[in-house]
């Protein structure tokens, strides 16, 4: 059974720095692309990027290019969203998704639980 | 990168059909014929119900259809159910990273 299971709940101050994860099981970790969504309280989905484990390479949105670091570890199955000067505006709910094998970027077939992250001074 | 255009809420009574357009430009939905529709209900992931425009997921009820005309993908929900009450995302590759609608939320009256 496929399976993305995402670390816990974070609760962080302004200008902190933050790493979230997300282990992939029952599946080859390495042959899909990773990718990340957030959804800010009472808003809708927005599409961050994506990493592909088996090299870390990485694609970006535009709106989220340089304002997290996405990165993966194909020995331990886990990719990474990271934050090195957290804001306000960073709090939402963040998920990884498996990329469907060929998927150009819209298609997750896998989602994990979630990571709520909480920003507050 | 702005958000495909989704209407913010749709509505019909069970048994009805409802259909969620989602427009985007020619650098996205009009461009490629990679867009997935997703089902969230409140508090949980979202669930990929449609893929390349119209294509059904193993395990969707095919009363969920998906179509592309131009600029404009829609979902339809055929005979719909109490079940169905959710908010629906459309999503579109636009070349190098994707782009989701701002998403509608389905009651069921």
Not at chain 1, 7 to 25: D, N, T
Not at chain 1, 75 to 102: E, H, P, V
Not at chain 2, 36 to 64: E, T
Request: charged fraction near 15%; glycine fraction near 12%; proline fraction near 5%.
């Amino acid at each position: 059974e496929v399976q993305l299971v995402q670390s816990g709940a974070e609760v962080k101050k302004p200008g902190e720095s933050l790493k979230i994860s997300c282990k992939g099981s029952g599946y080859p970790y390495i042959n899909n692309w990773i990718g990340w969504v957030r959804q800010m309280p009472g808003k809708g989905l927005e599409w961050m990027g994506i990493v592909y484990p088996g090299d870390s390479n990485t694609r970006y949105s535009p709106s989220f290019q340089g304002q997290v670091t996405m990165s993966a570890d194909k020995s331990i199955s886990t990719a990474y969203l990271q934050w090195s000067n957290l804001k306000a505006s960073d709090t939402a709910m963040y998920y990884c998704a498996r990329l469907f094998s060929g998927s150009y970027g819209e298609k997750f077939d896998y989602w994990g639980q979630g990571t709520l992250v909480t920003v507050s001074s | 990168q702005s958000a495909l255009t989704q209407p913010r809420s749709v509505s019909g009574s069970p048994g009805q059909s409802v259909t969620i357009s989602c427009t985007g430009t020619t650098s996205d939905v009009g461009n490629y014929n990679y867009v997935s529709w997703y089902q969230q209900h409140p508090g949980k992931a979202p669930k990929l119900m449609i893929s390349d425009v119209n294509q059904r997921p193993s395990g969707v009820p095919d009363r969920f259809s998906g179509s592309k005309s131009g600029n404009t993908a829609s979902l339809t929900i055929s005979d719909i159910q109490a079940e169905d009450e959710a908010d629906y995302y459309c999503c579109s590759y636009a070349g190098s990273y994707a782009v989701f609608g701002g998403g509608t939320k389905l009651t069921v009256l």
